[in-house]
């Protein structure tokens, strides 16, 4: 494969965004296609390197090929988007029924997501494994929260000196599931990077709405026993929440332009931080709404920050097409 032809298919391939057995199938079409142009303008008389620069300017700007491309080929099945929607429609499902209160419903929910999202991991990483892999990161990032707990007798015993040994002990375990839950993070955003930042946003989408719950709970836990039925008040409002996630996953799925799909994320983000703080803080002020919807905001677009970065996302693997030897410029 020549040089030129190579750089070409890469630059395709940075912008392409497509699922790894659909991106093969592009760039194989695009790398048949060199061969017979450039194979054709052999014929009339232009040397292997006019040739292959011919071809190129035939074909186009790298990233509008790119785009056409994903436009034609990223949109899923409409069984695929039911399966994305999936986490969500549990969640919702889970704030619905009170369930979200009962070990055995939380722990079978955590073990069919980590489930269904390990084997897609697996199988080459379908488009859909993202929406689920927010969820499972969201029990590991709330034990992490709810451990913090036990970082303070051991930074009393540190800092001051009061205290025993033992309670240095919980810093080992705390260090492990901190350790895991900054690696699966990371882990997890960088796979999606490699593919789309708008999949990791997917991916993130759950975590802050779902976060300023679990914070407002856990600081009620002391009065769980005195308020009954009222901790439930903000159910309601959480399953029309991730319903609503839900019914964006599908949409999210089914679009072929990037735009759209942009601006559903970023609008269910808004929209769902706005809702989830005003019903959880019933108090907060216009502003403080404002912040927190652009806080969310923010974070939902980090991806995209990551992604403009120099290296960041960037496919290291090789060219997903036979490899040819190359052959000299000139």
């Known amino acids: 494969m020549r040089a030129e032809i190579r750089t070409y298919l890469e630059q395709v391939r940075n912008h392409l965004n497509l699922e790894p057995a659909m991106e093969r199938k592009v ?47 990223s949109r899923g099945s409409w069984i695929e988007a039911l399966i994305s929607a999936q986490p969500h429609l549990i969640a919702a499902a889970l704030f619905a029924t009170h369930f979200w209160r009962r070990p055995l419903f939380l722990a079978s929910a955590f ?31 709330v034990a992490a929260y709810l451990a913090r707990r036990l970082a303070g007798p051991a930074l009393v015993f540190l800092l001051q000196g009061e205290g025993g040994l033992s309670s240095l002990w919980p810093l080992l375990p705390l260090a492990g599931l901190y350790t895991l839950c900054v690696w699966l993070l990371i882990a997890a955003t960088r796979s999606a990077l490699r593919r789309d930042w ?115 996302g960037r496919k290291e693997s090789p060219l997903p097409i036979e490899e040819l030897p190359e052959e000299p410029a000139g």
């Open 27 to 73: 760039l194989s079409e695009l790398y048949s296609y060199f061969q017979e142009k450039i194979a054709e303008l052999e014929e009339q008389g232009y040397s292997k390197a006019s040739a292959a620069r011919e071809a190129i300017r035939s074909f186009g700007e790298a990233r509008l090929v790119a785009r056409l491309s994903y436009e034609a080929f």
């Open 111 to 141: 073990i069919l997501l980590a489930g269904a999202s390990a084997l897609a991991w697996r199988r080459g990483q379908p488009s859909w494994l993202f929406s689920w892999t927010g969820y499972v990161l969201f029990p590991l990032l």
């Open 198 to 312: 708008l999949l990791a946003s997917l991916m993130l989408l759950p975590l802050p709405i779902a976060g300023f719950w679990a914070v407002t709970i856990d600081r009620l836990i002391p009065l769980v026993a005195r308020l009954g039925p009222e901790l439930h008040r903000w159910d309601a409002a959480m399953a029309c929440t991730f319903a609503v996630m839900a019914l964006v996953s599908v949409v999210f799925v089914r679009l072929r332009q990037r735009i759209l799909k942009t601006g559903a994320l970023l609008s269910v983000a808004a929209l769902g931080a706005a809702v989830a703080a005003r019903v959880i803080w019933t108090e907060i002020s216009l502003l403080g709404l404002a912040a927190v919807t652009f806080l969310v905001l923010g974070f939902i677009w980090s991806p995209a920050l990551l992604k403009s970065l120099p290296g960041g």
